[in-house]
């Protein structure tokens, strides 16, 4: 795409674009009424447009994400095609954004046209990314994809000489974060209690990989169990100082993940947590704002949560009040089973419960005093069922003239099948915004985006955000801002879906 405007330039190998941010100012008067100020902050974007060679590193690679993650990256480099009970299958990429969602950029006549996210702005194609990572569980990717039991038994067959080779690393084994049933896997791990020792090797491995691979950067990428909530304590977890005196000091309160993701910024990498665990600590937070990278978190959103988050932003968008939302899970792979341990179920439990209390907060008048809903998460572990997780909702709802509107939902599928695209979105959309700087009224210099990347928001269940930054869990704004984000860097305009050249022609 070429945008045709004297706000866009394309030298040197960036794109640079002007783009005018009209926002609102809100202030509330004595006499209560809301004095809004409308005003427009000039930003300029720059975008890198030179394509870095990228690895990713998965901590939790054998894991069933993991696995279908990069089964998914080779059969669609490799175009394999597969027998299924219902035909031939192709590789592609469905419920990736980056590859298989579409932008408006503008009309042609009185036809709306539309580019592949991948073409608004350049991103590194999937094709050529090299993969590696750890796990407690010492299973070739190939023997760990065929224990997942998510893909067709062909597609692995085809699979399995190029991934028999590829071996997860050793892992931190903290046995108290996850569930005691993970034990029986844990073949694999890094020796001793020394987290110094732990955060050395992880950074080393980062380094080794990098270097091996020729890659211009690395992402790590947290797709491992879900941790229990680590006991926030203050001279442990506040600063970036007393983070890391805590790791020197094997402090038993700094989790496995914390450890991974404070060698993967000191090794000047990125960090994207896949998991509901409160990994990135305030002092986590800190770290990553003092080496320059960006965070990203928490919890990848598939299926129950992205729907929730879209249909409970319908209904009180629509003036109709949710009063109570049961939302029932129940599947059979190793994430059930260590969910099924109470502690690991209570971070699942608070991240998929908290998603809904914005939407809920933004309507005083369905919600005048308290936005706080009858919210229900039930989740068990039937081994039986694999991978093919069933989720159940209700939402009851109170409508016209004290009315009661039911919706039920009932949702089936591979969780990993879902989840692989979104991890690939959340890679490669970060590496993008490593290559994005801006400049807005005034600044002499351009900087990067905020190194807590709340603008991955729509592809986490509890999106991370800085202090005084607004939490966003509607679906369509999420979207919408990630969309128009690439559109204002791109040179081109929000999309307000107002279509006035045709509603006022
Ligand atoms: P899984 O249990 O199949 O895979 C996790 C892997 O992590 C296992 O192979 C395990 O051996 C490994 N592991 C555990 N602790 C480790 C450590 N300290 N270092 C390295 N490896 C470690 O689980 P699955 O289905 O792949 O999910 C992964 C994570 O993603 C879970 O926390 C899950 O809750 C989360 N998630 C999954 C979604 C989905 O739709 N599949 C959606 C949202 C989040
Ligand atoms: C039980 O719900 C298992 C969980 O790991 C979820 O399947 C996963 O977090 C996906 O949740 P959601 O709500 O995004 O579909």
Not at 129 to 145: E, H, P, R, Y
Not at 292 to 318: C, E, M, N, P, R
Not at 345 to 352: A, G, H, I, V
Not at 385 to 393: F, L
Request: with cysteine; hydrophobic share 35%; proline share 3%.
């Amino acid at each position: 795409m070429q945008v045709n405007s004297s706000n866009v330039t394309y030298e040197n190998g960036f794109i640079q674009a002007s783009y005018s941010y009209k926002s609102s100012n809100v202030e509330k008067l004595e006499n209560g009424t809301l004095k809004v100020t409308p005003k427009t902050t000039e930003y300029t974007f720059k975008t890198n447009t030179k394509i870095p060679k990228l690895g990713i590193m998965l901590v939790g690679w054998g894991g069933n994400n993991g696995t279908t993650f990069t089964a998914g990256l080779l059969a669609n480099k490799m175009k394999l095609s597969w027998f299924t009970k219902r035909g031939e299958q192709t590789a592609n990429y469905y419920g990736s954004i980056t590859q298989a969602s579409t932008i408006k950029v503008g009309c042609s006549g009185s036809e709306e046209v539309y580019l592949p996210m991948n073409q608004v702005l350049p991103l590194v194609n999937p094709d050529d990314v090299v993969i590696s990572g750890w796990d407690i569980s010492a299973l070739n990717l190939s023997q760990a994809m065929k224990r997942a039991q998510v893909l067709e038994y062909n597609l692995i067959e085809k699979l399995d000489p190029y991934m028999r080779d590829m071996v997860p690393k050793k892992a931190i084994y903290y046995e108290d974060f996850i569930a005691a049933n993970q034990k029986t896997r844990a073949d694999n791990i890094l020796e001793g209690h020394n987290k110094l020792e732990h955060l050395e090797t992880i950074r080393k491995d980062i380094r080794e990989f990098k270097a091996t691979n020729n890659c211009d950067k690395v992402i790590v990428l947290w797709t491992a169990n879900t941790e229990r909530f680590c006991q926030l304590t203050p001279g442990v977890h506040d600063t970036a100082e007393n983070v890391l005196k805590a790791i020197e000091n094997s402090e038993a309160e700094i989790s496995a993940s914390t450890v991974y993701a404070v060698a993967t910024i000191l090794e000047g990498c990125s960090y994207i947590n896949g998991s509901p665990q409160n990994t990135l600590v305030p002092g986590v937070i800190e770290l990553a704002k003092q080496k320059d990278v960006f965070i990203v978190g928490d919890d990848f959103k598939s299926g129950q949560t992205k729907i929730k988050t879209s249909l409970v932003d319908f209904l009180v968008s629509a003036g109709i009040k949710p009063q109570s939302i049961v939302s029932y899970n129940h599947l059979g792979n190793n994430d059930g089973k260590n969910l099924s341990s109470e502690k690991q179920f209570k971070s699942k439990e608070l991240s998929k419960k908290s998603c809904v209390d914005d939407i809920t907060g933004s309507n005083k008048i369905l919600y005048p005093e308290t936005n706080k809903i009858d919210h229900e998460i039930v989740i068990k572990y039937v081994p039986y069922t694999g991978d093919s997780k069933k989720a159940m909702d209700e939402y009851l709802s109170e409508i016209f003239l004290g009315g009661q509107h039911t919706l039920v939902l009932y949702n089936v599928c591979e969780d990993s099948l879902l989840a692989a695209p979104i991890i690939l979105d959340l890679i490669l959309i970060t590496e993008l915004f490593e290559r994005i700087e801006y400049k807005v009224d005034g600044m002499r210099t351009f900087q990067r985006f905020n190194r807590v990347l709340s603008t991955l928001g729509y592809l986490c269940k509890a999106p991370l955000t800085d202090e005084n930054t607004p939490l966003v869990n509607s679906l369509y704004r999420q979207k919408n801002a990630l969309d128009n984000i690439f559109k204002a860097c791109a040179g081109l305009h929000a999309d307000d879906n107002l279509l006035l050249e045709f509603k006022c022609p």
